[in-house]
C-alpha cells in the first residue's frame, strides 16, 4: 500500500496520501495543500473521480450493511482511511442492533492518530499501523487479535485498497493470505479501480507519480481472482454503483471506473 521507501508510522506530510486524497475527494477536511492539489490533478484527467469515490463510499455501506445482516458480528477493515460518519462500525452496529467488534487498519499514522481519537471510548473496536501486503503482521497483529475470533465468520473489507498494490506486491498472494486467514462462512468485500470503461492511463500515471502510492489500474478478469476460493454473492462483480443499488443508479453511473463484488467464502 506503500511505497518500499515508506514506513507505516512516519508521517510524511510532503507528499500526497492516498487516504487523504479520498478525504479530500469526499468533501472531508483531514487532509492538506498537497492532498487537495493531487486530487485537483486527478479530476482534471477523470473528471468522474469525485462521484467515483462516493459511489466507492455508498457501495462499502450497502455491502457492509448485507454481510452482517447475515449474521457476522467480526469486521477486518484493511485500508481504512480517514473515519467518515457513518463508520464501519456505526453501519454494522445500526443493523445488527448490537454490538459488532471493528479492526480497523491502516498504514498512515494520521489515520491512526483520527481513529484512536474517535474510538477511544468504545471496547468493540480499534485501529492498528499495518501494511496490506504482509497479511501475517495483521491477522497475527494482538490488537486484532483481541477484537477478531479468527475461528468465527469475519467480514473482511478490502476497499479501494488493492490497486495502491503493483504487481510486484503479488496482490493475488495478499488476497489469498487473507482469505486463508479466514474461516468458512467469512465474507470478502472488494472494490477496485479499473480502466475498463474510459481510458484513464492518464490518470494512472499522474496519480503515481505525485502520490506515496501507486494507482494500478486493472480489468474485470484480474479484479475477479481477488476473489478466488470465495463463492460471488449476486449480481457478481459488478461496476459499484449497479451493485444491490438502493434507489436507480444516475444516468451517467457508467463511467465510474470501480468495480465491486462481495464474497462468501467456502
Known amino acids: 500500500m506503500q511505497r518500499d521507501d515508506m514506513q507505516a508510522g512516519v508521517i510524511d506530510?510532503?507528499?500526497?496520501?492516498?487516504?487523504?486524497?479520498?478525504?479530500y475527494l469526499l468533501g472531508g477536511k483531514n487532509n492538506y495543500d498537497v492532498d487537495r492539489q493531487a486530487g485537483e490533478d486527478l479530476i482534471a484527467v477523470a473528471p468522474e473521480a469525485r462521484d467515483g469515490v462516493r459511489a466507492n463510499r455508498a457501495?462499502?455501506?450497502?455491502?457492509?450493511?448485507?454481510?452482517?445482516?447475515?449474521?457476522?458480528?467480526?469486521?477486518?477493515?484493511?485500508?481504512?482511511?480517514?473515519?467518515?460518519?457513518?463508520?464501519?462500525?456505526?453501519?454494522?452496529?445500526?443493523?445488527?442492533?448490537?454490538?459488532?467488534?471493528?479492526?480497523?487498519?491502516?498504514?498512515?499514522?494520521?489515520?491512526?492518530?483520527?481513529?484512536?481519537?474517535?474510538?477511544?471510548r468504545t471496547g468493540s473496536t480499534g485501529?492498528?499501523?499495518?501494511?496490506?501486503?504482509?497479511?501475517?503482521?495483521?491477522?497475527?497483529?494482538?490488537?486484532?487479535?483481541?477484537?477478531?475470533?479468527?475461528?468465527?465468520?469475519?467480514?473482511?473489507l478490502l476497499v479501494a485498497v488493492l490497486h495502491f498494490l503493483t504487481d510486484a506486491d503479488e496482490p493475488e498472494r495478499v488476497a489469498a493470505e487473507l482469505r486463508d486467514?479466514?474461516?468458512?462462512?467469512?465474507?470478502?468485500?472488494?472494490?477496485h479501480a479499473t480502466g475498463d470503461f474510459a481510458?484513464?492511463?492518464?490518470?494512472?500515471?499522474?496519480?503515481?507519480?505525485?502520490?506515496?502510492?501507486?494507482?494500478?489500474?486493472?480489468?474485470?478478469d484480474r479484479v475477479e481472482r481477488?476473489?478466488?476460493?470465495?463463492?460471488m454473492v449476486d449480481p457478481g462483480l459488478a461496476q459499484i454503483s449497479y451493485w444491490r443499488p438502493d434507489s436507480p443508479p444516475p444516468a451517467d453511473a457508467a463511467r465510474i471506473g470501480f468495480y465491486g463484488g462481495v464474497g462468501r467464502k467456502i
Open 181 to 191: 486467514a479466514l474461516p468458512a462462512g467469512s465474507y470478502l468485500v472488494l472494490s
Open 13 to 23: 506530510t510532503s507528499r500526497p496520501h492516498p487516504a487523504r486524497i479520498y478525504d
Open 127 to 156: 485501529i492498528v499501523l499495518g501494511d496490506v501486503r504482509d497479511p501475517g503482521s495483521i491477522t497475527g497483529h494482538p490488537d486484532v487479535r483481541r477484537l477478531i475470533d479468527f475461528d468465527e465468520p469475519v467480514v473482511l
Open 59 to 120: 457501495f462499502m455501506e450497502r455491502a457492509v450493511r448485507f454481510a452482517v445482516g447475515q449474521g457476522v458480528r467480526q469486521v477486518l477493515d484493511i485500508g481504512t482511511g480517514l473515519p467518515t460518519s457513518p463508520n464501519v462500525h456505526e453501519i454494522a452496529e445500526a443493523v445488527a442492533r448490537e454490538s459488532v467488534h471493528v479492526a480497523y487498519v491502516d498504514n498512515d499514522p494520521i489515520v491512526k492518530a483520527h481513529g484512536d481519537a474517535l474510538l477511544s
Open 199 to 220: 481510458d484513464r492511463r492518464n490518470a494512472e500515471a499522474g496519480y503515481s507519480s505525485k502520490a506515496s502510492a501507486s494507482l494500478n489500474l486493472r480489468a474485470k
Open 226 to 231: 481477488f476473489f478466488a476460493g470465495f463463492e
